[in-house]
């Protein structure tokens, strides 16, 4: 009797692993449009609601061929603009930058497009020893397309009867290590960017990792749109993402909207992995939001 009971623990663990591998091959190899509406008092009286997509973490993930399928879902939401979190590129030694490049170049033929860096960009970019002109030649190819960057830069752009002030926080490398956390305040975030979010206009940050969050909040940005921790590898219904790459569990934000009074979060779960290529109850998105009053 034991042993018909240990067989079928077994069998069942063995079911339970079966399951959730083919389940991991199918969330890594499609991707989903999340849909969010975002409000903000800066916005009121607009005359229509201003339509944005996210995108972030690709990490050289293609989607059909040269990536047709996720061009085709962009084109489908009409947008506005793009925004772009950082990470669309590997940066790790011997991969190619040219599915990120090939795939980032189309989009300005879509609409406006602003990118700021995550850390694999800027790893690419401060490692010049390692990489040689890659992020130079990426960059200046993605400019060429129309793409404008921001590397601790802010851009006013005009949508409709609006401006939004557009920010690209690019942190320094070290806030990116692994088992620590930097004393990041909202003075840091001034120094990077010189100075505090506007008061008139309403501010967008994109700042790639979200750890820094109650900074970004204090800095004053409307509204916060980060990646980088691929929605926790493993998400657990009503409680979030498992882990961070700086290997740290459960993290507050990790792949939803969240509103701070009146300030909005919006933490990207990717479109792509790297490395683990493992994704459970987390399935890749592109964020498209409705901005408005």
């Known amino acids: 009797m034991d042993h ?14 079966v399951a959730a591998a083919v389940e ?57 603009l793009i925004l772009i979190g950082g990470d669309m590129l590997v ?7 040219e599915p990120a490049r090939e795939f980032v170049e189309k ?8 990118y700021a860096n995550g850390n694999h960009e800027q790893r690419v970019k401060e490692s010049a020893k390692i990489y040689g002109n890659m992020y130079a030649d990426y960059k200046c190819s993605l400019e060429k397309s129309g793409v404008h960057f921001l590397e601790n830069e802010s851009i006013r752009v005009e949508l409709g009867d609006r401006n939004l002030l557009i920010c690209g926080l690019e942190l320094p490398s070290s806030s990116y290590r692994k088992f620590s956390k930097e004393p990041v305040s909202s003075g840091d975030i001034t120094d990077c960017l010189g100075f505090p979010a506007s008061e008139n206009d309403c501010t967008i940050l994109l700042a790639h990792n979200p750890a820094y969050m109650d900074a970004y909040l ?32 459960f993290p507050k934000y990790s792949g939803e909207m969240t509103r701070e009074g009146d300030q909005n979060v919006i933490v990207s779960r990717g479109l792509g992995t790297h490395t683990l290529n493992i994704r459970l109850f987390n399935i890749p998105e592109l964020i498209s939001i409705r901005l408005g009053e």
């Open 218 to 249: 204090e800095w004053g940005a409307d509204l916060v749109l980060s990646g980088h921790l691929h929605g926790g590898l493993v998400r657990v219904p009503g409680i979030g993402g498992i882990v961070t790459p700086q290997g740290f569990l």
């Open 4 to 17: 018909m009971k240990s067989g079928a623990a077994l069998l069942i663990l063995l079911l339970v692993i």
């Open 91 to 97: 940066g790790k030694e011997g991969a190619s930058c």
């Open 107 to 114: 989009l300005p033929g879509i609409c406006p497009v602003i």
């Open 24 to 80: 991991i091959y199918r969330e890594t190899h499609q991707f989903r449009v999340t849909r969010y509406d975002v409000t903000s008092k800066k916005l009121s009286g607009i005359a229509r609601k201003l339509h944005i997509l996210f995108l972030s973490d690709l990490h050289n993930c293609v989607y059909g061929k040269e990536n047709d399928a996720l061009i085709k879902s962009i084109k489908n939401e009409k947008p506005d």
